[in-house]
């Protein structure tokens, strides 16, 4: 995933991140000054991986990895003193000052970790409502002796019935059978 955004308060700090990316053949998408732009940005990509300074304009990187959890990973690049004072599951820390080694290779470690965990917002539900589908269908199955298909035609003939989404409907019937 090449979905790069570079956001430092430092102009200067900015276009060197920006540079060092683009010698690489990785341009980044956007380059920002404050971590309000940043999460516009990685909601309207869906994912993205962040390279920022400890502080920016409105933000410390602490609090954009907090907003951003689940969304985008961080790579803060830093004093080892700034460092110390931030955290976060999504935040990796590179402190200065930086080789071009160290940097590409906790880029490509983030891009790596990233492909495995973060996924837009939509992909997740998508994937958490089919399972509690499938669980409703494994009920009728099981209690009703319904094939998967008869089970799936029940829940879409319930849904579309009651003018509810297939998910909704599920949810009920899991609720029934459970009695909670």
Not at 54 to 65: I, P
Not at 72 to 79: D, E, I, Y
Not at 89 to 115: G, V
Request: with cysteine.
């Amino acid at each position: 995933m090449d979905r790069i955004l570079v956001a430092f308060a430092n102009e200067q700090a900015q276009t060197r991140i920006a540079h060092l990316l683009e010698s690489e053949g990785s341009a980044p998408l956007g380059c920002y000054h404050t971590g309000a732009d940043v999460i516009r940005a990685v909601h309207k990509l869906g994912t993205a991986c962040v390279i920022c300074g400890f502080k920016l304009r409105d933000m410390t990187a602490g609090d954009l990895a907090l907003s951003l959890r689940g969304t985008a990973a961080l790579l803060v690049v830093s004093t080892p003193v700034y460092l110390d004072l931030c955290g976060g599951e999504n935040l990796f820390k590179l402190p200065t000052p930086i080789s071009r080694a160290d940097f590409f290779a906790s880029l490509d470690l983030i891009r790596q970790m990233e492909n495995k965990t973060l996924r837009p917002p939509a992909l997740r539900r998508k994937e958490d409502d089919r399972k509690v589908i499938d669980r409703a269908k494994a009920l009728l199955m099981d209690v009703n002796r319904m094939t998967e298909s008869e089970a799936h035609r029940f829940l879409q003939k319930k849904s579309m019935d009651a003018g509810l989404r297939m998910v909704e409907t599920a949810q009920l019937l899991i609720h029934s059978y459970s009695g909670t």
